[in-house]
T-cell receptor, first 110, second 115 residues
Framework: DAKTTQPTSMDCAEGRAANLPCNHSTISGNEYVYWYRQIHSQGPQYIIHGLKNNETNEMASLIITEDRKSSTLILPHATLRDTAVYYCIVRGNTGNQFYFGTGTSLTVIP | NAGVMQNPRHLVRRRGQEARLRCSPMKGHSHVYWYRQLPEEGLKFMVYLQKENIIDESGMPKERFSAEFPKEGPSILRIQQVVRGDSAAYFC?????????????FGEGSWLTVV
């Protein structure tokens, strides 16, 4: 599976959009981009995933660049409860399992 | 729909005892994954199982750790002769198939403390 690179930490003001970037320059054609988050002492929570097209659900939007080498997770109106570690993961069919990196620690500031 | 169920949520064992962690996947899911998270560290893949088969155990320690997913019943992660370094959160996840487009969903974890 392709490796991902994310900033170690980010801050975001409450009510503003949080934009979390991820680089996955070695991604191959059949690999999906997944985003999870982990709030302290809880299990990882699925947020969103995509292959080529941008995706949106009730939690977030996922913007994937045309060359698929990077993506951005957007939380449109961050709340204090969005403070968590956010993981960007690239998954193909060969490995089946997810490999978690170090993620981005997002702090939403009142 | 019930999510991935793990029990016990918290387990305390003395050094040398055995720990058994159970995981019931979501309904309709036949693929189970186990991850370990040491204090202040990220999630590390341990093992991937389908019903009655271990598909990938590349992340499992060579000794004392074993996993199974029988035809009936939950998946079990077994740690024999626990040591203090085994203290960690153990997370189970499940998916309906192994296709890369299928999301895996995590349970709330089992916290093992070895005293």
């Amino acid at each position: 599976d392709a490796k991902t690179t994310q900033p170690t930490s980010m801050d975001c003001a409450e009510g503003r959009a949080a934009n979390l970037p991820c680089n996955h320059s070695t991604i191959s054609g059949n690999e999906y981009v997944y985003w999870y988050r982990q709030i302290h002492s809880q299990g990882p929570q699925y947020i969103i995933h995509g292959l080529k097209n941008n995706e949106t659900n009730e939690m977030a939007s996922l913007i994937i660049t045309e060359d698929r080498k990077s993506s951005t997770l957007i939380l449109p109106h961050a709340t204090l409860r969005d403070t968590a570690v956010y993981y960007c993961i690239v998954r193909g069919n060969t490995g089946n399992q997810f490999y978690f990196g170090t993620g981005t620690s997002l702090t939403v500031i009142p | 729909n019930a999510g991935v169920m793990q029990n016990p949520r918290h387990l305390v064992r003395r050094r040398g005892q055995e720990a058994r962690l159970r995981c019931s996947p979501m309904k309709g899911h036949s693929h189970v994954y186990w991850y370990r998270q040491l204090p202040e560290e990220g999630l590390k893949f341990m093992v991937y199982l389908q019903k009655e088969n271990i598909i990938d155990e590349s992340g499992m320690p060579k000794e004392r750790f074993s996993a199974e997913f029988p035809k009936e019943g939950p998946s079990i992660l077994r740690i024999q002769q626990v040591v203090r370094g085994d203290s960690a959160a153990y997370f189970c996840a499940s998916s309906p198939t192994a296709n890369s487009g299928n999301t895996i969903y995590f349970g709330e974890g089992s916290w093992l403390t070895v005293v």
